[in-house]
């Protein structure tokens, strides 16, 4: 009897999926939630979890970054966190200076940890929501990409820095705009690392060629490597930084050497990027695939593949930044490999990218700040910022600062010794967010395989711009 | 569904009896009561665990997708603004579009395949435990590690290519990713090699619950293969092929990591999947409002889907 008033109920008040639970369930007795004073309960208790954990989701990066800053005596553990170093050696750059520091300050243990490179950014910003980052970790400098301090620092979870002399110090003047964010600091560079061509020298030498000057002159230089069944570019087409660093060393030429306030001027919307001269740039990629420049299937092309095409001699350059060929260096012993510019329209219209775009911030929420800005006022200091590019092959922040040539990169001489009228910023740097880079990069790939031209490359670019931060 | 479903009806059988007593009828509220309490006892801990785990946070981020939440720091409430973006099209369209494409590809192909394979194996041929041991194995694997393996055979002077030239068919190489015209089959074989092993096994199991004697019988009453399959054995295994067909539908829509290995959604978006976009707007560029908005989106297609082949399946199966 009992069953069949609790069976009855339930044909009056189930909500149905379809009716064929009626004929799986026949007999069934529990009613669950199926009674209102249970449904009610469940959507109080949905509701009551919901708002608490979306009002602590917002809740996010209060912080006491306006307490006193104490010095610490005892024993004290922090913890750094930097991109997993692959440029294998000695490891991790910073673990030499971690010695040199706990030899000075023998109170002070700094823990090193490492994520993988894709991942580092994301990492930090769930761990800096939790509260559990670490005391200081690697950022990069504006705001493009998901590693830039810029929106941690609008979000306030990393500690001001405008009032330590020597972090003021550490920035080059000609960096300033990266930064500065409303006159406050909130990070510090680490090292510059100049945006080039990995060559294989022993590739040109062989085919009796030149370093070119002009793109026209590399231009054929490509059809007469690709005569002898190479390719003089290996590109990653799947890898948008590699296709849009590309990018940027052609932008460096045909549109930083005539305008190099360019993206201020974007940024006061007084330009787009559908009307001016990046248009160029994407045509000259164009023109490089044309001519053969890009190696068989580089539209599929992965970024694992490109150093072993440079280093086996298959290819005669690749697009990377600078301190990528101290690792290639090590790897083969008798290859000879260099860094070069990518030339422009004309000889003199050559420049170099070259900003300090690595950086390390403190986090606002720290334990001990005061240890922790010991630590990162050391790693400011020239001496020990030279040691630091020595380790990872990068150009040291006081060449930026002193206008000295870095000795690992001789190549580089006429650039560093006019930085005025020779270095550019990196762009990307000052873009607003990271979807301007990630469209330019996948837009190449478009133009690799045809589906795309300059024209639709460069309105998603100017769609992605104008979102904002 | 169904296995959920079935598994709630087995819970109520289990529990909620008490044994009768001989108490009088008006006395029947305070048992039903007393029977209504004691369940809730025995599945308050693990509806707790269900509603915070599961579908609190899914009910936050449905909630996020009214907002323009970057992720970090403040955000404003922006109302239907994030789902007028996705209508308006654009990239959103092409990967609605991919999505679908894999899904009922994926979805046809498992299942056709699978099902051949269960046939094949179900009886008679003397190695099949071997066989179907094999072809399971890749279920059991890793789905990114094998789609860094297939993006390796797919290189352009991969083993694929290789092979083709090799046996003198140079015309077919193809930059089997890189190139729009082959990335969404080159994916929808990834998915299919490392998925047809558990529809196999499936649809193996149903086929374990069909006597021999039916098909006899059928058979000496002149049915031909075809017609033996269609309304002796197809009928017996309907539960089977609710089941498979449901669970490969929304993997088949839902499939992220053989895609972001495989490709990242490229070449230019041409393999780009709803899944694909929401995790690179929401981590790579960190829009996570707007991608909180996608993947509402895409739960809402996954169920009108699901429930829309349910209801065909029955209808179907009942005529």
């Known amino acids: 009897m009992i069953q069949e008033t609790q069976t009855d109920a339930r044909l009056e008040s189930t909500d149905h999926f379809g009716g064929q639970d009626n004929d799986v369930m026949k007999g069934h007795i529990m009613k669950k939630a199926s009674s209102n004073a249970g449904r009610r309960f469940l959507s109080v208790a949905a509701l009551a979890s919901v708002t608490a954990l979306a009002l602590s989701a917002c809740g996010g990066g209060d912080t006491n970054s306006s307490a006193p800053i104490a010095e610490e005596t005892g024993p004290v553990e922090i913890t750094l966190a930097t991109p997993a ?96 964010d409303e006159d406050k600091v909130f990070a510090v560079p680490a090292d510059l690392a100049p945006i080039t061509m990995l060559q294989n020298t022993g590739v040109l030498k062989q085919l009796g060629l030149q370093e070119p000057s002009t793109l026209d002159e590399l231009i054929t230089q490509c059809k007469t490597v690709r005569a002898a069944g190479k390719s003089y570019f290996a590109v990653a087409g799947t ?49 490089f695939k044309d001519a053969g420049c890009y190696q068989d299937g580089a539209a599929g092309a992965g970024f694992d593949q490109l150093f072993p095409s440079v280093a086996q001699g298959k290819v005669a350059a690749a697009f990377a930044p600078a301190g990528a060929v101290a ?23 050559s420049r170099l990218i070259a900003s300090p775009g690595n950086a390390l911030a403190v986090n606002a929420a720290g334990k001990h700040k005061g240890s922790t800005l010991k630590f990162l006022e050391f790693l400011a200091q020239p001496a020990n910022q030279d040691a630091l590019a020595k380790a990872n092959g990068n150009v040291s922040v006081t060449s930026a600062i002193s206008s000295t040539v870095p000795e690992q990169f001789p190549l580089l001489e006429p650039y560093f010794s006019e930085p005025e009228k020779k270095i550019v910023s990196q762009p990307n740097y000052l873009w607003p967010n990271s979807g301007v880079y990630d469209s330019l990069g996948t837009g190449i790939q478009g133009l690799l395989t045809g589906q795309a031209t300059p024209d639709q490359v460069l309105k998603t670019m100017d769609e992605q711009y104008d979102r904002g931060a | ?138 279920v059991v694997l890793s789905s990114l590690a094998t789609s860094y393996i297939w993006k390796f055979i797919f290189e352009q002077d991969g083993p694929l290519n290789e092979f ?95 895609i972001q290995a495989l490709t990242g959604g490229g070449p230019y978006g041409a393999s780009e999947t709803l899944a694909v976009t929401i995790y690179k707007e929401t981590f790579v560029m960190g829009r996570f409002g707007f991608g909180a908005a996608l993947a509402l989106v895409m739960s809402v297609i996954i169920i009108i889907l699901t429930v829309a082949q349910r209801l065909l399946l029955r209808t179907s199966s009942k005529g």
Do not use: C
Not at chain 1, 333 to 347: H, I, M, Q, R, Y
Not at chain 2, 27 to 48: H, M, S, V
Not at chain 2, 242 to 256: K, S, Y
């Open chain 1, 85 to 180: 170093f692959t440029g294998g050696g000695a490891g991790n750059p910073y673990l030499t200076l971690i010695d040199a520091f706990k030899a000075k300050n023998p109170n002070i243990t700094v823990k090193l940890v490492e994520s993988p490179n894709d991942q580092h950014g994301q990492t930090m910003r769930t761990q800096l929501q939790a509260g559990n980052a670490p005391d200081i970790f690697y950022v990069t400098a504006g705001r493009g990409n998901n590693q830039s301090f810029a929106s941690l620092a609008e979000a306030g979870y990393l500690q001001d820095l405008t009032d330590q002399k020597w972090a003021a110090d550490a920035i080059p003047a000609s960096a300033k705009n990266l930064y500065y």
């Open chain 1, 239 to 287: 890898s948008g930084a590699n296709t849009g660093l590309q990018a940027m060393q052609l932008a460096a030429s045909l549109v930083y050497a005539k305008d190099p306030q360019w993206d201020a001027k974007r940024a006061k919307k007084e330009t787009t990027f559908a009307d001016s001269d990046w248009k160029k740039v994407l045509e000259q990629i164009v023109k």
């Open chain 1, 327 to 349: 690792a290639l260096r090590a790897q083969v012993k008798d290859g000879s490999f260099d860094v070069a510019v990518l030339p422009g329209e004309k000889a003199e219209d």
């Open chain 2, 1 to 138: 569904m169904t296995a959920q479903l079935e598994q709630k009806a087995e819970g109520a059988r289990v529990t909620g009896r008490q044994p009768r007593s001989s108490k009088q009828n008006s006395r029947k509220g305070d048992r039903n009561t007393e029977r209504r309490f004691a369940t809730w006892w025995w599945f308050t801990p693990a509806l707790l665990a269900l509603v915070l785990i599961h579908y609190a946070p899914s009910a936050i981020g449905g909630f996020f997708a009214f907002t323009n939440w970057k992720g970090l720091g403040k955000w404003k409430f922006v109302g239907w603004e994030n789902f007028a973006a996705i209508a308006d099209g654009g990239p959103t369209t092409t990967a609605l579009i991919n999505t679908f494409i894999i899904g009922i590809s994926f979805v046809v192909l498992t299942n056709v395949l699978g099902l051949l394979l269960a046939l094949g194996l179900n009886r008679t041929v003397k190695s099949r435990n071997v066989i179907r041991t094999l072809i399971f194995a890749p």
């Open chain 2, 164 to 258: 083709l030239r090799s046996i003198g068919l140079e015309s077919l190489q193809r930059t089997w990713l890189g190139d729009p015209s082959t990335v969404l089959p080159a994916i929808i074989i990834v998915m299919v090699w490392q998925n047809v092993g558990l529809v196999m096994v499936m649809y193996l199991a149903g086929l374990a619950t069909v006597s021999p004697e039916l098909e006899e019988a059928a058979s000496l009453d002149g049915a031909s293969l075809w017609q033996r399959f269609n309304y002796v054995v197809l009928p017996a295994i309907m539960p089977s092929v609710v089941i498979a067909m449901t669970l490969m539908l929304i993997n088949g829509l839902r499939v992220f990591d053989q």
